[in-house]
């Protein structure tokens, strides 16, 4: 239970790095870390790697019941057996760990420490510097602007008088992007190393989106603490210390004492390190972990959970918890424990979890960064996350992240923190059609009623061909060229009829049959009507365009389609080039440079493939081409291309959907 609510440019070292983890680790060695370096453009300094490999998550009955018994009686569990009720109360809110499981988790990068304030500063001041509104975390106002903040209290009280203490937070939440800020304490001291806190699950997504990152997902972060292990506590796989919370383990995590108890600079604490060189994993400040379904239920879903609870029933003390934890919807799940946790120290333990509502930034929550080895990979990630719209797919159609391929170009601040990133990452859809026995051909003509969506396009640049605005989500969509035969024949049938009322009134004659035509067969008008045509579209003949959501799509050639994440179609690109079968092959992307009136800038060429239906072999492939504006890739610009990481990755795929059983999921 979270109780404290309220305060007061690839590098070459860095791939042999990824090479040598295993012959380090079987030797007993340290990981490399990535090279050092000011304003290199490469990979972010502050990344360290994660193999991959098989970790245990969640916990079974009779390991939370002992973790419990340390915490409350350290050095004597069994003496905790005289206090039922606070073990009932513990187990209460710590039911979602049980029932145990094997993820397998790919190869990924995460960052050495939780995000720090300096790190966080420098989205904040580049964002207000662009004219963009973003929170500042409201320590920094209330405390780093003192004086600013006390000057606003009277404005506090008339806006929040009724809420009391919340009054200043609620104050922040309301007019947060106009508030003046400093990354110190009250006393005008530094806290630029400090992990940052006040930022909510929305506020993390979108800043590790503005970095192209994402949060680790909860297998993930785990192996970061575990590793191949199944120690329950952060320092359990050290012999001369023991996988047991004793009256030793406060003192280790120097939270032994009440003036201890606070938020330290990353990497005070030696005794926070996990097994692959990521420090403060567990009382520092509580991390976000990704939550794309937004809810919280049990860790590896009922039917594991289902065997641990049948346990939990059977003991004597376990039985009073009665009810099942329920999944809560529409939450964000963060790990880690926090300094304050030391008041309730079960929360340190590896697998423990807990819920925030999304839009909640607490003094004690923070987070940390994860990255995928795929370039342009994580940006997607997190910008669907944060909110994406897909009423052009269809029912159950999904993005397929697997076969996601892009570029990206970090350019680093002194410290190592990305001050600019630059990305374009397209992924496809899960698949094209869910009909039966279909065909391309069958596929093709039902675009010229809808258009299909294909995939999904994540930019930070803006694209010259065609124009599109950067930093956006698009979805991209399909329509093949022409008229479907019944819109032919209601604009052959609609024409007619005009032409022959327009004849009619220049003889002056009444145009009585017009009714009895339309009573004949399928009205034209309605026809016509369904694909955003009318009957001034019809007065000079046929058109060459349909209108889908009201826009004008030309149909003397296939047209690929652009919708914006408002849902509104914002431009097309006209193409010789079509939908093909195909056998199932890589998607892949070309990055050279084209020559514009603006002087060189960069060339795509996108060679997609979408299997025809879920599971099939046979696919769909396309080919599109863009302009985009920014530096080609060269040896003064580089970028990190969709070649360079499938060697380095073999082809894994990092992130959301990598660490999924045959169980059901509850988050």
Request: aromatic residues 8%.
């Amino acid at each position: 239970m979270l109780t404290r609510t309220l305060p007061a440019g690839v590098s070459a070292l860095f791939f042999f790095a990824l090479a040598t983890i295993a012959d380090c680790r079987a030797q007993g060695g340290e990981i490399p870390a990535p090279q050092q370096g000011s304003t290199q453009v490469g990979l972010p300094t502050f990344l360290l790697p994660v193999p991959g490999g098989t970790t245990t998550t969640g916990v079974t009955f009779d390991q939370l019941m002992l973790a419990i018994q340390e915490t409350l009686s350290p050095g004597k569990p069994e003496r905790a057996l005289a206090a039922p009720d606070k073990i009932v109360r513990a187990l209460k809110y710590t039911a979602s760990e049980l029932g145990q499981s094997k993820e397998q988790v790919e190869t990924f990068l995460l960052g050495k420490w939780p995000v720090k304030n300096s790190e966080f500063e420098i989205y904040v001041k580049t964002l207000r510097e662009q004219g963009i509104k973003v929170h500042a975390p409201f320590h920094w106002w209330q405390r780093g602007m003192k004086a600013d903040y006390e000057k606003h209290l009277e404005d506090i009280n008339k806006e929040f008088k009724a809420d009391g203490k919340l009054g200043p937070k609620l104050y922040w939440e309301r007019h947060g992007d106009d508030l003046p800020y400093a990354v110190t304490d009250e006393q005008g001291k530094s806290i630029a190393e400090l992990p940052v806190t006040f930022v909510s699950y929305r506020d993390a997504i979108q800043f590790a989106g503005w970095v192209g990152m994402r949060l680790p997902t909860e297998a993930e972060r785990t192996r970061a603490a575990r590793g191949d292990g199944n120690q329950i506590w952060l320092w359990g796989s050290n012999k001369a210390v023991g996988d047991n919370f004793t009256d030793k383990s406060l003192t280790l995590l120097q939270l032994a004492n009440m003036r201890e108890r606070e938020v330290k600079p990353t990497g005070t604490v030696k005794s926070t390190v996990g097994p692959f060189g990521h420090v403060d994993l567990t009382g520092q400040v509580w991390e976000f972990v990704a939550s794309p379904k937004m809810t919280f239920g049990p860790i590896n879903g009922i039917a594991k959970f289902d065997a641990e609870w049948k346990a939990l029933m059977k003991d004597k003390i376990g039985s009073q918890v009665k009810e099942k934890p329920g999944q809560k919807d529409n939450v964000a799940v963060i790990k880690g424990g926090s300094a304050f946790s030391a008041n309730d120290p079960i929360q340190l333990h590896i697998d423990a979890r807990d819920k925030l509502d999304p839009t909640d930034a607490l003094d004690v929550v923070g987070l940390r960064l994860a990255k995928s080895l795929k370039p342009g990979y994580d940006l997607l990630v997190s910008w669907v996350s944060a909110g994406y719209d897909q009423t052009m797919f269809g029912a159950d159609q999904a993005i397929d992240y697997k076969n996601q391929v892009g570029v990206e170009r970090y350019v680093l601040a002194e410290n190592g923190f990305p001050k600019e990133y630059h990305a374009f990452s397209f992924a496809p859809v899960s698949w094209l059609t869910s009909d039966k026995n279909p065909s391309l051909q069958k596929i093709e003509e039902k675009t010229q009623q809808s258009p299909i969506a294909i995939g999904t396009i994540a930019t930070t640049e803006k694209m010259l061909v065609p124009a599109l605005p950067a930093n956006q989500l698009y979805t991209l969509g399909y329509r093949k060229e022409g008229f479907t035969k019944e819109l032919s024949e209601a604009i052959k049938a609609g024409i007619k009829e005009l032409q022959t009322a327009e004849k009619k009134k220049e003889h002056g004659e009444k145009d009585e049959g017009a009714g009895d035509n339309k009573s004949k067969g399928p009205d034209w008008r309605s026809m016509i009507a369904k694909y955003g045509l009318n009957e001034k579209d019809l007065a000079a003949g046929a058109p060459a365009f349909v209108r889908v959501n009201g826009y004008e799509i030309p149909t003397d050639k296939a047209a690929f389609i652009f919708q914006d994440n408002a849902g509104k179609i914002i431009a097309h690109l006209q193409t010789s080039s079509s939908l093909n079968s195909s056998s199932i092959v890589a998607n892949d992307l070309l990055f050279d440079s084209a020559k514009t009136k603006e002087g060189a800038k960069a060339h795509v060429e996108l060679r997609g493939c979408v299997p025809l239906q879920a599971g099939q072999k046979k696919g769909v492939s396309f080919k599109l081409e863009f302009t985009i504006d920014c530096s080609p890739n060269s040896p003064e610009v580089p970028w990190r291309l969709p070649q360079a990481a499938n060697a380095a990755a073999s082809n894994t795929e990092v992130g959301t959907n990598n660490s999924v059983n045959k169980d059901d999921k509850g988050n």
